[in-house]
């Protein structure tokens, strides 16, 4: 089995996943970030597929992360911390083979501000969703979910960070579960 894993970040999850030693064949990443020097830290290829941001086709884009991702023949891929939305051509060339980490408990507060918007609501917990990504984002089969509790005075760095370390022990877990 080879891992493509999607990543914008700081590459924190991706860390977890190459320390857990998994599979990861190439980390694909949408602009410069630290995750492109975890995977040269761990010997492992990245590739730059800059997105254009707003105004951008999403479809071409689409279509050349599945180039890149095909070019390292992987089975599986693995979004840690990947903040385009991706459209169909991914969905059909990795049918129920790509997932996701989700700051939250979904369905509550899908979309990229999950923290902030649970901390707004007000809930006493919120957590970790791993789940099949779909075309619908941040829906699509749930494979594994913990809660984190929102500790008075938290921020949104704290409470994030709260989660991350749970993503960070989960993540790992559930892909290797996945690729048995
Ligand atoms: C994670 O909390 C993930 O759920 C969210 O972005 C964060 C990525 O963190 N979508 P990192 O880049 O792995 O440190």
Known sequence: MRIGVLASGSGTNLEAILA????????VVDRPCRATDVA??????????????????????T??????LERHAVDVVVMAGFMVILEKPIFDAFQGKVLNTHPALLPSFRGAHAV???LAAGVKVTGVTI????REVDSGPILAQEAVPVLPGDTVE?????????ERR????TIREFLK
């Open 20 to 27: 857990a030693r998994l599979p990861v064949a190439v980390v």
């Open 40 to 61: 040269a830290a761990h010997g492992v290829v990245s590739e730059l597929v800059p997105w254009g941001g707003h105004g951008a086709d999403r479809t071409q884009f």
């Open 63 to 68: 279509h050349d992360i599945v180039d890149a």
């Open 116 to 118: 902030e918007e649970a």
């Open 131 to 134: 789940h099949v990504a779909t």
């Open 158 to 166: 704290t409470l994030h960070e709260r989660i991350k370390s749970v």
């Open 170 to 173: 989960l993540y790992p877990e």
